[in-house]
């Protein structure tokens, strides 16, 4: 069993200002609680002026001086805001470090990490796997400013040692990978990663994108990790209502250079969609748990379904990294990743015939909503690359929502057999059901 459990009662240190733009979050420590807590109060007090229980929706421009060269902590609001800040210093605490950095979405936290530790000449390691908006960063943008990058299988730590070369300054694995969960050792890459610095004096960042599990679930930092993406678009807000990034680190150099390259590329988050993150996050712990359970239930009804020809969830016996994920993560998340049997027809119909269940693009919210990645999420990466990597055209993604199990199950089994009529298929065609 993982020594990570739903039930944890980890400590995390709550911060206590929420209008000091860039303080530690370590020094405004004054109590330290369970994550439940720490999901509701960290970061967080009530408003000085009225006592407002809510952090205030700080909606300015900029910010009255006192005189030259002294500010109380903002100067203009793309460089820094009250309520992003107290977001940035809620889910620092979460993830168990100090400083983060909140961006207007997930991708531009990406593309502040990339920014701010590699230059021209430099080379990256990447998981092969991973959110398809990543792949197209760092192949058609940062490719023409001299970036070079490595998609390597980072399920294999050896294939990531293999990988780093002299000019090697950034390790980026995203598990489980999006979207076929794929796992990656993050403890095995730390070691490689320390290593690779040790032996060769390389400056290597090791980045973790943990949006698929949330604090909650996996803890980078605690297995060697510098740094922590989120799409806090996902889980973190977990309603569908507003875009956004963050990145978490420790290290006081890099959190400096995340601040910097933020404001220069003008992509802080804005304060109305912070203030709408930080109260998704009050309720993660409790929403992860609940999308965990209904994935977990879900999962195994469709890896018995004669109409379903591959499952793949981490929480399954069936799943081939089960030890991993059990060592890894303190349950499992919210993603189903599965095959329908008919190949791209009948995945095609099953995501045409769904109605509870919504056809759309994202994840982690208290709705369901299934995905296909061949012509959504991953539609820039080859065909022939998809198929190798396991994407293949009839996979479907499922984020599973809150709502009851059994409907979920029932919009599916409605969807499943739709497929079949849709495709002409006879019922010996399909599958005798049980672990494929």
């Not at 990490?113 to 792949?135: C, F, K, P, R, W």
Request: with cysteine; glycine share 8%.
């Amino acid at each position: 069993m993982s020594s990570l459990t739903l039930d944890s009662q980890a400590s995390f240190v709550l911060g206590c200002s929420p209008l000091a733009a860039g303080t530690p979050r370590a020094l405004l420590a004054n109590s330290v609680h369970g994550i439940a807590t720490a999901a509701i109060h960290a970061g967080r007090r009530p408003d000085p002026v009225t006592g407002a229980i809510l952090t205030p929706v700080y909606q300015t421009t900029t910010y009255v001086q006192e005189a030259v060269g002294q500010n109380k902590g903002h100067t203009y609001s793309r460089a820094s805001n009250p309520t992003v800040s107290t977001l940035e210093d809620a889910v620092a605490a979460l993830e168990g470090a100090t400083f983060g950095t909140a961006t207007a979405t997930g991708l531009a936290a990406i593309t502040v990490l990339a920014q701010s530790v590699l230059n021209a000449g430099d080379h990256a390691v990447l998981s092969e796997v991973i959110y398809g908006g990543t792949v197209r960063l760092f192949r058609q943008v940062l490719a023409r400013f001299g970036v070079e990058t490595s998609f390597v299988d980072t399920s294999d730590p050896a294939a990531v040692a293999a990988a780093i070369g002299p000019r090697t300054k950034l390790v980026f694995i995203e598990t489980p990978a999006n979207p076929t969960l794929k796992l990656s050792d993050i403890a095995a890459i730390a070691e490689v990663v320390t290593a690779a610095r040790a032996e060769r004096g390389l400056p290597i960042v090791l980045a973790v994108d943990n949006t698929f599990l949330t604090p909650v679930l996996q803890r980078p930092f605690e297995l060697g990790a510098d740094v922590v993406v989120h799409s806090t678009t996902k889980y973190i807000e977990g309603h569908n209502a507003c875009v956004g990034g963050v990145l978490v680190t420790n290290d006081a150099a890099l959190h400096k250079g995340f601040q910097e390259v933020r404001k220069t590329l003008g992509c802080i988050q804005a304060p109305w969609d912070a203030w709408l993150t930080l109260h998704g996050l009050k309720t993660l712990p409790l929403r992860i748990r609940e999308h965990s359970a209904r994935a977990f239930e879900v999962a195994t009804w469709l890896e018995a379904h004669p109409c379903v020809a591959r499952v793949s969830y981490p929480g399954l016996a069936s799943f081939p990294q089960r030890e991993l994920a059990q060592r890894q993560h303190g349950a499992h998340g919210g993603i189903v990743a599965f095959e329908v049997v008919g190949g791209t027809d009948a995945g095609v119909a099953v995501l045409n015939s769904v109605k509870l269940i919504k056809l759309a693009e994202s994840l982690g919210s208290v709705e369901s909503l299934v995905t296909h990645p061949p012509t959504m999420t991953h539609s820039s990466i080859p065909r022939a690359e998809r198929d190798r990597l396991g994407i293949s055209e009839g996979l479907v993604r499922l984020s599973v929502g809150l709502e009851d199990a059994a409907d979920i199950v029932a919009d599916l089994d409605r969807a499943l057999w739709a497929s079949v009529a849709a495709t002409g298929r006879k019922h010996n065609e399909l599958s005798t059901g049980g672990v494929r």
